[in-house]
Structure formats: C-alpha cells, structure tokens
C-alpha cells in the first residue's frame, strides 16, 4: 500500500497552488452554541470551479508526461469532478471530454462545458459514466484521471485539511463527506502525519453507505442500488486505494439521511450564510442531528466540500 508522505503533500499543494484559491475556514458561532464544542468550517465553496475537486486534478496534471497530456484527458464524473478536470485541463492548455451520469445537474453540466470540456452522457449514476469512459480512453487513446482512486489525486485533495489545521493547529475533529473516497483519504492521512490524536469522522448518506459497507465487511462493497438526489455522495462502489486508506486513518464513518442532509442547506444558508451543496452540508447535518457528538469544549471542523448546489433538487426535497 502506497502512503503518502508530508512531501508529497508539499509537492501537491506546489503543483496547485498558482492556480487555485487558499479557501478560508470560518468559525460558526450559531454550531458551537449548538453543540457545545468550537466549531470550524472549512469553506471550499469559494474554491474555483465551486468545490475542492479542482486541486487533485491539478496535481496528476503537474505529474504527467506531456505524451499524455497531447493526447487529451478523459473522466468520469457525478458532477464537481468533472469541473476540477475542466478547469485544469484549461489551466494546462489540455483537450479533457467528461462523461457524466444522466442525474448530474444541469448547472454542473453546463459549467463543465463551460470551462471548455467536451461533455458525453451517459447512464443513470457515476458507476455507469466510469464503465463508458474506459470504453471511450481505449477507442481514443486517452489519459484517464480517476476521480478518487489515484494517490496523487488524493494528494491533492488533502490540500483542504492541510490548510484546515494550519488555521486550526489545535483541532480536536474533522469532520469529511464521503462519496468515493479521494477527499476524505487525502486529508486523513496529512491530518494524521501532523497531529495523529486529531479524530477524522467521515459522514456518508445513509443510503449509499459504500465506504462503511466496505470497512464493517473488510472488503470492497459494491451497492446494489443508490439515489442520485445529492450527487457527491452517490457512489456504488469505493476505490480500492480509497478503501485500504480509509481502514487505516479514518476513526470512524455516520451516515446521515438524505432529508435531513438537504434540510441542513437552507440552515446553512440562513445561519452561516454560505451556499452548500448536498454532500457538504452533510458534514453539518450530522452536528445539526446529534449523529456527531463532540466533546465539550473541543475543536471542530467541517469540511463544505463545494457550493454547485443543485437547485431543482433541494426544491423537490423541500416542497414535496
């Protein structure tokens, strides 16, 4: 198993950073009233292209042999992956085609298109994109970027929680969404290199517990079936490398239900008045429920993976 070190960490945020935004983290008065610990949020919504997944993609971009790179990009995508690999592949002057599942909202599909990607639809969730884009890299002879199960993706990713406890050098918790499994890797394992009693706690929905499947099973769990209302969070199937992290750093994974994730968006908006989507609210929904109980007097953060909040969405759970 590869583990990362603090130089790859390094080197990544290197590669990432002339091109991305330090997002800030911000304390919520309202969360640490609530729950009686010093609650953080880490605000990668005001990252570009809207969410974190920007950072990895830069990474394995930055590692590429320009063999591949002229040979163009292609991934697989529910949504906020697809823009991250978009923008980077701009930023690097690449061609990148993206496959997205047919659930993946219309505004992620348009800023994908927008940051000059070509885009292909196919299949009902991320599982079905990915199987069509191996399909599409064979028949064209393009680079694959995976959107969780590849380290030096993961490395990227890990970005948010490095800068987490720098601003936050006395954290206590972090708090991680998880859909496959890259973002909660990466910062796992830099939380750990650093301050290794720091507690990481992933929150999944309930509906797609993939990684919790996985780890209570010992081995990879593939889903029969999961709802693509919050897209971050759907995934069928965890990444192999994701999976062995995650047994390894991660101290524990909730599960958090969907209704409960999107009514956690308005009360985002309204108390900390930040716009976050599906799989970042979940991080605070799993405060809001009490399925996360800190300790009084403890510092926590939660990470707000993203902020392409799918509007027609959050209507349908909310008015019906």
């Not at 299949?123 to 969780?148: C, M, R």
């Not at 999976?243 to 309204?270: L, Q, R, S």
């Not at 799993?286 to 800190?294: F, G, M, S, V, Y």
Request: hydrophobic residues 45%; glycine residues 8%.
């Amino acid at each position: 198993m590869q583990y990362l070190t603090r130089a790859d960490f390094d080197v990544a945020r290197k590669n990432a950073a002339p091109h991305i935004h330090r997002t800030p983290v911000l304390h919520s008065s309202t969360l640490s009233e609530m729950t009686g610990a010093d609650v953080y949020l880490k605000a990668e919504m005001f990252q570009k292209a809207g969410s974190y997944k920007v950072r990895g993609p830069l990474n394995v971009l930055a590692h590429m042999s320009s063999e591949d790179r002229e040979r163009g990009l292609i991934c697989s995508s529910a949504g906020n992956h697809a823009q991250g690999v978009a923008r980077a592949a701009r930023e690097y002057g690449v061609k990148a085609t993206v496959v997205m599942a047919h659930g993946a909202p219309e505004a992620k599909i348009q800023a994908t298109r927008s940051y000059g990607a070509e885009v292909v639809m196919h299949g009902k969730v991320w599982d079905d994109a990915y199987a069509h884009s191996l399909v599409l890299q064979k028949e064209h002879n393009l680079t694959y970027i995976h959107p969780f199960d590849n380290p030096l993706l993961v490395a990227g990713q890990g970005g948010v929680g490095y800068e987490t406890i720098e601003d936050v050098p006395d954290l206590d918790m972090l708090i991680v969404p998880i859909g496959g499994g890259g973002l909660i890797s990466g910062c796992a394992q830099i939380v750990k290199l650093i301050k290794p009693d720091i507690k990481v706690i992933g929150v999944e929905m309930a509906l797609a517990p993939a990684m919790k499947r996985s780890i209570e099973a010992g081995r990879l769990v593939t889903l029969d079936s999961v709802p693509i209302i919050i897209d971050g969070l759907a995934v069928k199937t965890v990444g192999e490398y994701t999976f062995e992290i995650c047994k390894v750093f991660v101290d524990d994974i909730v599960t958090v239900d969907e209704k409960e994730i999107f009514a956690a968006i308005p009360w985002i908006m309204e108390r900390c008045k930040l716009v976050a989507e599906g799989a970042a609210a979940s991080t605070v929904a799993a405060l809001l429920t009490e399925t996360i109980r800190p300790a009084a007097g403890s510092k926590v953060a939660c990470v707000l993976s993203g902020g392409n909040l799918n509007l027609s969405a959050l209507q349908d759970m909310t008015w019906n």
